[in-house]
């Protein structure tokens, strides 16, 4: 199993960015996906959850980033997807995806001006 994180960066306060996680090794349309992230010296949070094909694809929240979020995967690509739009500096940390049982490397997003 194998979870590759791309995307992150450096981005001003009010802007967006769109993480990208490419997976392979198992069958991705099966499984759950998610994406977490850690800022500096916290514990890790999960941030939004995209459900397999078969339970239909629904997404959730966390409450925090509903509204700026999306959460998507393309089951063809054997990607999920986050873009983000109107980043906080609070937001600023490594991004990780998984799918329940295996973890990325993550990603680093810097919210600064």
């Known amino acids: 199993v194998q979870l590759v994180e791309s995307g992150g960066g450096l981005v001003q306060p009010g802007g967006s960015l769109r993480l990208s996680c490419a997976a392979s090794g198992f069958t991705f349309s099966m499984y759950g996906m998610s994406w977490f992230r850690q800022p500096p010296g916290k514990e890790r949070e999960l941030v939004a959850t995209v459900s397999s094909a078969d339970a239909g694809g629904f997404s959730r929240y966390a409450d925090s980033v509903k509204g700026r979020f999306t959460i998507s995967r393309d089951n063809a690509k054997n990607t999920v997807y986050l873009q983000m739009n109107r980043l906080k500096t609070e937001e600023t940390a490594v991004y990780y995806c998984?799918?329940?049982?295996?973890w990325g490397q993550g990603t680093q997003v810097t919210v600064s001006s």
């Open positions: 998984t799918n329940g049982r295996a």
